[in-house]
């Protein structure tokens, strides 16, 4: 029973590793690892903390890669691929192109699809970009869907898709916080933040890159001028087009380090010593509420409105006026602060990948008696 788990970005890698440690776990499920390579450096960082086997690595990335650049190289890298390992299931997680081209292929050639973290949804093609589009292409031809919350579900039965299809495991991000938050955890960058209030800070959206970064920038600026207890960490995305909009306002501020991606292990316990995260990201708008941080997000909308119902998250929008005030008001406002900052935990319990695993177990079975069945029956000789 062949396993073929497909993905190519940080998150990605850093929600399906603990899957494949539990699937290995149980020695009934043959797992291939394919890499699409749509990251490099930040996707390494991943894979050396896990050190999993993997077993291809299409290796795509190019510099200011373009949408159609990396879906074509991994629709025609990948189904080679599949042909060879002629896997019963392949697994790709969440919205990247990555799982979009990878789910394509394998629809195309008629191997079911099993998607992690299922059924999140914006219904605003624009925003995410491109992502919107891909999480719903992707559960156009899923077959397992792995919905991490009840509102994923409802998102998912709302559209249509088969109920007994649909499973909420909660999301395998809250699986990794055993392996990576450390009560003594230091680094230099801690060190420097030391005695301050300090703010963290993550920015990559495509839909952001622009005028809305320039936003988003300026209004931190403003924050750590108006604010001399505040010291900013930011380690900033790989990519060119938003360093170059980052250095150019951030040049010659003080009280903002500007460092290189955190491994995973950095990033969660700078996290959980963090005063407030800012962040366009997705995961982290999942990881800040079990470590009780308050969460702005740099967006119009979010496919996680769980944070903003437990009162963790707040969407700043992308003008820089509010994005300031509610950064301000965080840090003046001590009731607001505090109500903000319970911990609270409605993405997962932490056994979201174990969930998966039995159910993957238990379809992979189901298939296989089907299959046996099918042989034995004379109609079909
Ligand atoms: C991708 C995903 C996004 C996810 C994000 C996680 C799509 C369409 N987007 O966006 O959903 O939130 O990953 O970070 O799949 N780069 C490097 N080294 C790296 C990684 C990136 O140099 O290790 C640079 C390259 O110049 C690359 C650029 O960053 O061209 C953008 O990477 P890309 O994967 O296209 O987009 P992300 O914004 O990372
Ligand atoms: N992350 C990391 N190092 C960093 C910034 C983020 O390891 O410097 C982790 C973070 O803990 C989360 C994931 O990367 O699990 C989020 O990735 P990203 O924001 O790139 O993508 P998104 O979640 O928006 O798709």
């Given amino acids: ?147 991490p919350t009840e509102s994923a579900r409802q998102n998912l039965l709302r559209e249509g898709k088969d109920a007994s299809k649909i499973f909420v495991t909660g999301n395998t991000v809250i699986d990794v916080f055993p392996f990576t938050i450390k009560s003594d955890y230091q680094n230099d960058l801690l060190k420097w933040a030391e005695g301050s209030r300090m703010i963290l800070l993550t920015t990559h959206r495509r839909e952001n890159i622009g005028e809305p970064m320039e936003h988003i920038f300026h209004a931190v600026k403003n924050i750590i001028e108006d604010f001399p207890d505040v010291k900013v960490i930011y380690p900033i995305h790989k990519n060119p087009k938003v360093r170059k909009i980052a250095n150019e306002i951030f040049q010659n501020v003080e009280r903002i380090q500007i460092t290189e991606p955190f491994d995973v292990v950095a990033f969660h316990n700078v996290m959980s010593q963090s005063y407030l995260i800012l962040t366009d990201s997705g995961g982290v708008q999942e990881e800040a509420p079990s470590l009780g941080k308050p969460v702005l997000v740099l967006r119009n909308t979010t496919e996680r409105p769980e944070g903003i119902a437990a009162g963790t998250s707040k969407l700043t929008g992308i003008s820089e006026t509010d994005i300031y005030q509610q950064i301000r008001k965080l840090l003046i406002d001590k009731n607001a602060y505090e109500r903000m900052s319970s911990a609270v935990n409605p993405y997962g319990d932490g056994h979201a990948s174990e969930r998966i695993t039995e159910i993957i177990l238990q379809y992979l079975l189901d298939k296989e008696v089907e299959n046996a069945e099918g042989v034995n029956c004379p109609s079909n000789i």
């Fill in 1 to 147: 029973m062949k396993v073929l788990v497909v993905f190519g970005t940080r998150p990605e890698a850093i929600k399906m590793c603990p899957l494949i440690i539990q699937m290995k776990k149980t020695q009934k499920i043959e797992c291939c690892v394919c890499l699409t390579g749509q990251h490099r450096e930040m996707l390494q960082q991943v894979m050396d903390i896990f050190r999993l086997q993997t077993q291809y690595n299409l290796d795509i990335m190019k510099t200011n890669q373009t949408l159609s650049m990396i879906t074509i190289s991994i629709i025609e890298r990948i189904e080679n691929i599949i042909e060879f390992e002629n896997p019963d299931l392949v697994l790709v997680h969440g919205d990247t192109s990555t799982s979009f081209a990878a789910s394509l292929a394998a629809f195309y050639q008629s191997v079911p699809v099993g998607h992690v973290e299922s059924g999140l949804r914006t219904y605003n093609l624009k925003s995410p970009f491109p992502e919107e589009f891909n999480r719903q292409a992707v559960d156009l031809i899923s077959e397992l869907y792995f919905a």
